[in-house]
């Protein structure tokens, strides 16, 4: 076997044991439990912020009322003024408007009021939603506080030997020809799985298509061949 080959294959080997203890991890009763929380407090957290933008607008909301108030009142006090400077030399027209002017402004701020008063209301209910939230996301966090201990206690064995075979894997790494390697992690991610199969019949072993003249030619000289179909590292051990 080409030493090149053998070393890919030995990283392939050890990557797929990686897989397999990682696969197992995640099937664990108590790291779906965790992996619930997680995505609970995920969605908490987009709630969260949904009731804050919505208790943001409402006070932006209450401020601009309160400015209308704030001019309505003004011009109020402008109208009675200029009625009680014009007297006589106004026309009746311009004293019905300027009267007429006055007697809405009750109204007007009685809607005002109003407003304000529903505004006040949806506020105070953002905000207990947001406050609510709040309290979920907490206890979420201390659910996951009390469980992560036992499932960093269940992983620890696993988590042990991933770190020797990643180590193992890095050891090898800088043996193998660069421009090799970086054909066989190309492979690796375009295929998204180990990237290298034997060939033992006329077909590539990753995607079934029967593979061409050319790859066979090839694969009988080089030390691996991409399939012309799906990019698997196709080789024959010489
Ligand atoms: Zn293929």
Known sequence: ???QLDLLLKIQNYEIKINSIEHDKRALPIRKTLSKIVADVNSLQEAYARAESVVLKIEQTCEALKKNCEINTKRLAADEKKLEEIGNTAT?????????????????EEKMAHELVTMKQQLEKASQMALEIGKSINQSKQEYDKIKPEYDRQTADSDAKIAELKAAIAELEPQVDKDLLARYRAAKAKINRSPLYELKTNSCRACNTPISANVKNKVASDIFVECEKCGALLYIPH
């Open 1 to 3: 076997m080409n030493p």
């Open 92 to 108: 009746p027209e311009e004293i019905d408007s300027l009267i007429a002017d006055i007697v809405s402004f009750p109204q007007i």
